[in-house]
């Protein structure tokens, strides 16, 4: 993880992040943190995730059926 950054900074990533101006709400006038992954993996298709009820701010993957790694 790499940070604290300020919206204004990782504005100029936002090919990289694209959270555009959700950024600036998200914040609320304070600073941020970003996840650099190593090795990251694009599959041709998103991946579908198990239906849940209510608000989910992290996703459990347990459950996932993952494509082979390709290298």
């Known amino acids: 993880m790499e940070g604290p ?7 100029a990533f936002e090919d990289r ?4 101006a959700f ?3 998200y914040a609320q006038g304070k600073p941020l943190w970003a996840w650099v992954l190593a090795n990251p993996v694009r599959y041709p298709e998103p991946l579908p995730l198990p239906p849940r009820k209510g608000r989910m701010m992290w ?3 347990s459950e996932v059926a993952w494509p ?3 290298s």
């Open 5 to 11: 950054f300020s919206t204004e900074e990782l504005a």
């Open 17 to 20: 992040h694209r959270a555009g």
């Open 23 to 25: 950024l600036e709400a």
């Open 59 to 61: 996703a459990d993957l």
């Open 68 to 70: 082979e790694a390709r």
